[in-house]
Structure formats: C-alpha cells, structure tokens
C-alpha cells in the first residue's frame, strides 16, 4: 500500500504563531488526500479535503482562514495552522491511496499550543 | 456527516482470548472498514467489507456487516499482546467523495 509520511512528528508552538504540518505521499500519486483531527480519547473528524491543483474542501464547521491548505503537487498537501490558540492542540492525521479500496494514513502529528 | 457508534468503548481480556467489538452506523453506506491505531500513531487499515457482503476474514480477523441493522462486528481470535490498540469502523456514505465518518472506537487492551 501506499506510503504516507508526516512532518514534523510533533511540534509545540506559543499561541498566536503559525504552524506548517507537511504531508508526503512517498510512492503514490495522491491527488486527493484528507486531513482529519483527533482529540485525546476520541476520535477522527474529517477537516477537510486536499485537491492538487485546486482549492481545498472544507467540512462544515473548519474554518478555511484558519486552517490553509496547500496542495500543490501529487506527493504534498501542507495544513498550516494559522495563529494557534491553545484549543489547537490535537493530533493531525493526513490519509491518501487507492479510495476504492482504502485510505492510507500518515503517523500523525502532534500539536501542543501554550 | 454520520458518527457510528462503536460498544464496547474499552475491552480487557487475557492473551488467548478472543475479542469482539461491534460498530452501529445511521446510513447507507457503500462500504465499512475497521482500522486499528496504536497509542499516538496512524491508522493501520485491516479489513473492508462491502456492502453487498455479509462476512470477511483475514488471518486472525473476522469482520461481518448487517445492513439491515446497520451494525458490523470485528472478531479478533486468539489475541496477542501486539493486539493491544484503539479500534474505529469507518463508513464510506457517498460514492465517489471516499469521505470516512469514524466510529468513536474501541480500546483494547490485551494482558500477557
């Protein structure tokens, strides 16, 4: 299946900057990817969707100004969290592969603002 | 977007038991998968089961899926130690977008 990498793993921020999460898809041609959130002990919420070449989708609720989305080539979708608040802190999920069949996960990466 | 709900929420059984969580969901769907997500990781897909199926097997897993109840079951059989992880269905509503709504999960904890 395919591969999915994260960048950074984790990464802890003061409140009011920003913050740039990579996702790589390492050997597929990933046109669509997802980024979804997790709080502790729950579980994952679809953010919004990442189109290369195009405008990202966002689920009702996700506030585009806040979260950018930059999906620029098939092996990159970048989230960058704008101006982060401590309600922020989450883990970040990004997904991409074969959606006919299943989606492919990144480790994850988690935020922590103070 | 649908939340399936997943019973039991947390599950503790002893090495060579076997474990059983279900996942209800609120609409059609085109398929469910189960994932398995160890502590502070991503998310391992282990099985998809289609709608137009009833059960699916893989190694020591045993998924089933009832449309007309709307709830699917994952069956570990003789589990291990490296089973001990959080466990989430996620249903594949709208054809085509391959949008996933997840279920709230299981946590399974396996005691040597």
């Known amino acids: 299946g395919a591969v999915v990498s994260q960048h950074p793993s984790w990464v802890i921020c003061k409140s009011g900057t920003s913050v740039k999460i990579e996702c790589r898809s390492l050997d597929f041609q990933a046109t669509t990817m997802f980024w979804y959130r997790q709080f502790p002990k729950q579980s994952l919420m679809l953010m919004a969707t990442s189109n290369e070449g195009s405008k990202a989708t966002y689920e009702q609720g996700v506030e585009k100004d806040k979260f950018l989305i930059n999906h620029a080539s098939l092996t990159l979708s970048t989230l960058t969290v704008t101006s982060a608040h401590p309600e922020d802190s989450s883990f970040y999920i990004c997904s991409t592969g074969d959606f006919r069949e299943t989606q492919y996960f990144g480790p994850g990466t988690r935020l922590l603002v103070l | 977007s649908q939340q399936g709900e997943e019973d039991p929420q947390a599950l503790s059984i002893q090495e060579g038991e076997n474990a059983t969580m279900n996942c209800s969901y609120k609409?059609?769907?085109?398929?469910l998968q189960w994932y398995r997500q160890n502590s502070g990781r991503g998310l391992v897909h282990l099985i998809l089961i289609r709608s137009n199926e009833r059960e699916k097997h893989s190694g020591r897993l045993r998924v089933t899926l009832d449309t007309s109840k709307k709830s699917s079951s994952l069956l570990i059989t003789a589990s291990r130690a490296a089973d001990t992880a959080s466990y989430f269905c996620a249903t594949d509503a709208t054809p085509n977008d391959y949008k996933l709504s997840f279920g709230a999960g299981t946590t399974v904890t396996v005691r040597a």
């Open positions: 609409t059609s769907i085109n398929n």
